[in-house]
């Protein structure tokens, strides 16, 4: 059974920094693709970073050069790590795996950035 467990969002100044974390069971990272989304109210949930199995990365325009994502093998965790945060950052970020033709989410995590 696939889990995965989102956390690491709070509530921070613009300008400042997070860690999202994504804590997976019942697949390895290392072995899937794996992404960050997020959702702000109103607004449809919309990518934002990327992970191949072979470690390569995407970013949305809007985060490039600001957000990382990253994994750690030997935790199952997936990462993304967000610097220089913007108002316009705050959303829901979910964590999202898509193994054997069906996606998995995470539950969420609130991300609020304060002007």
Request: aromatic share 8%; glycine share 12%.
């Amino acid at each position: 059974q696939v889990q995965l467990v989102d956390s690491g969002g709070g509530l921070v100044q613009a300008g400042g920094s997070l860690r999202l974390s994504c804590i997976a069971s019942g697949i390895i990272v290392t072995t899937n693709a794996m992404a960050w989304y997020r959702q702000a109210p109103g607004k449809q949930r919309e990518v934002v970073a990327a992970i191949t199995g072979g470690g390569s990365t995407n970013y949305a325009d809007s985060v490039k050069g600001r957000f990382t994502i990253s994994r750690d093998n030997a935790k199952n965790t997936v990462y993304l790590q967000m610097s220089s945060l913007k108002p316009e950052d705050t959303a829901v970020y979910y964590c999202n795996v898509l193994s054997y033709g069906k996606a998995y989410w995470g539950q969420g995590t609130q991300v609020t950035v304060s002007s």
